[in-house]
T-cell receptor
Framework: EDQVTQSPEALRLQEGESSSLNCSYTVSGLRGLFWYRQDPGKGPEFLFTLYSAGEEKEKERLKATLTKKESFLHITAPKPEDSATYLCAVQGKNDKIIFGKGTRLHILP | GAVVSQHPSWVICKSGTSVKIECRSLDFQATTMFWYRQFPKQSLMLMATSNEGSKATYEQGVEKDKFLINHASLTLSTLTVTSAHPEDSSFYIC????????????FGPGTRLTVT
C-alpha cells in the first residue's frame, strides 16, 4: 500500500535558522513526488515535482531532494513569510496521489 | 499559469439542503479533476476523480449518491453535496491536471462548507 509519512509534525525556527523537513514514502512505481505549501484556509500551492532518485529542485529559499525512500525539503535562512504547512505527496502507478499529514512550519521573527 | 478557481469560497446551509461547488481551470484544459476533503489539521483525503465526459470514480467509503460529481467540460467540474448534514461540514478542495502537462495537480483555493 502506498504511504507517505512526514516529520516532524511541527517545527518552530528562528528567522534565518536553516532546517530540513522529511518525507518518507513507499510507493509502487513512483511517477512523481510532489511538495506543496498550504496556508490556513487555502488550497495547496504547488512547489516542486521530483521524478527520480538524485533529482534536486530549488526555488528561492527552498530546495527539494529525492532518494529512493525519502525526500527532503531544505529551507535556507527562512523568513516569517515562509510559515505554512508543507505537504508531501506521491503518485504511483495506480495514478492516485497520496498526501502526507504535513509539517506545520512556524518561523519566529 | 495553471490557475484553478472554486466557487463559492464559503457557504452555510441548513441540514437537509443541497449545495453545489464549482471548480474551474482558468488558463488550461483539464481532462481530469479531483475532489478532496480536509478536516482541521488533517491532510487531504481524496474523495473522487472525475474525467471529462465520463462518470466519476469514487474512493472507498465515499457515498456517490451523496456527493454528486459532474465533469461537464474540460474546464469545469461540480460537486453537489445532497441532503447535507452537520457531519458534512468540512473544507472541500478541487484540483485539476493539465491535459498537456505531466502529473502535477493544481489546486483551487477551497470551499468551506458549514451545515447547521
Amino acid at each position: 500500500e502506498d504511504q507517505v509519512t512526514q516529520s516532524p509534525e511541527a517545527l518552530r525556527l528562528q528567522e534565518g535558522e536553516s532546517s530540513s523537513l522529511n518525507c518518507s514514502y513507499t510507493v509502487s512505481g513512483l511517477r512523481g513526488l510532489f511538495w506543496y505549501r498550504q496556508d490556513p484556509g487555502k488550497g495547496p500551492e504547488f512547489l516542486f515535482t521530483l521524478y527520480s532518485a538524485g533529482e534536486e529542485k530549488e526555488k528561492e529559499r527552498l530546495k527539494a531532494t529525492l532518494t529512493k525512500k525519502e525526500s527532503f525539503l531544505h529551507i535556507t535562512a527562512p523568513k516569517p513569510e515562509d510559515s505554512a504547512t508543507y505537504l508531501c505527496a506521491v503518485q504511483g502507478k495506480n495514478d492516485k496521489i497520496i498526501f502526507g499529514k504535513g509539517t506545520r512550519l512556524h518561523i519566529l521573527p | 499559469g495553471a490557475v484553478v478557481s472554486q466557487h463559492p469560497s464559503w457557504v452555510i446551509c441548513k441540514s437537509g439542503t443541497s449545495v453545489k461547488i464549482e471548480c474551474r481551470s482558468l488558463d488550461f484544459q483539464a481532462t481530469t479533476m479531483f475532489w478532496y476533503r480536509q478536516f482541521p489539521k488533517q491532510s487531504l483525503m481524496l474523495m473522487a476523480t472525475s474525467n471529462e465526459g465520463s462518470k466519476a470514480t469514487y474512493e472507498q467509503g465515499v457515498e456517490k449518491d451523496k456527493f454528486l460529481i459532474n465533469h461537464a467540460s474540460l474546464t469545469l467540474s461540480t460537486l453537489t453535496v445532497t441532503s447535507a448534514h452537520p457531519e458534512d461540514s468540512s473544507f472541500y478542495i478541487c484540483s485539476a491536471r493539465d491535459r498537456k502537462g505531466t502529473y502535477e495537480q493544481y489546486f483551487g483555493p477551497g470551499t468551506r462548507l458549514t451545515v447547521t
